[in-house]
Nanobody, 122 residues
Framework: QVQLVEAGGGLVQPGGSLRLSCAAS????????MGWYRQAPGQQREPVAS???????TYADSVKGRFTISRDIAQNTVYLQMNSLEPEDTAVYYC????????????????WGQGTLVTVSS
């Protein structure tokens, strides 16, 4: 079974920075796309950033120029560097992995982490 474990959330003042990480485990061969979503209180989950194994990156308009996604493909890990944080960035951030190939031939779609809370407040 594939598992994603996030780390790095916390409380930060407006204008500050945080770095999230997400490590995937479970006899993984390849992960086509890894990314981050977030869900603020009372709102739907929304995509933040994603990155394919080929290096194609997508950002939500609201985070362009402030957030940077990166991957360590060999370690099945994805990172999200968040700078110039704003109160509107407050949310639970979820890691997502799609098209995950594991030993034995099985492929998983849309695997989610448990989420990590990011609070931006003075």
């Amino acid at each position: 079974q594939v598992q994603l474990v996030e780390a790095g959330g916390g409380l930060v003042q407006p204008g500050g920075s945080l770095r999230l990480s997400c490590a995937a485990s479970g006899n993984i061969l390849t992960i086509y796309i890894m990314g981050w979503y977030r869900q603020a209180p009372g709102q739907q989950r929304e995509p933040v950033a994603s990155m394919t194994t080929g290096g194609t990156i997508t950002y939500a308009d609201s985070v362009k120029g402030r957030f940077t996604i990166s991957r360590d493909i060999a370690q099945n890990t994805v990172y999200l560097q968040m700078n110039s944080l704003e109160p509107e960035d407050t949310a639970v951030y979820y890691c997502n992995a799609d098209q995950v190939a594991v030993l034995g031939g099985r492929r998983y779609r849309e695997v989610w982490g448990q989420g990590t809370l990011v609070t931006v407040s003075s």
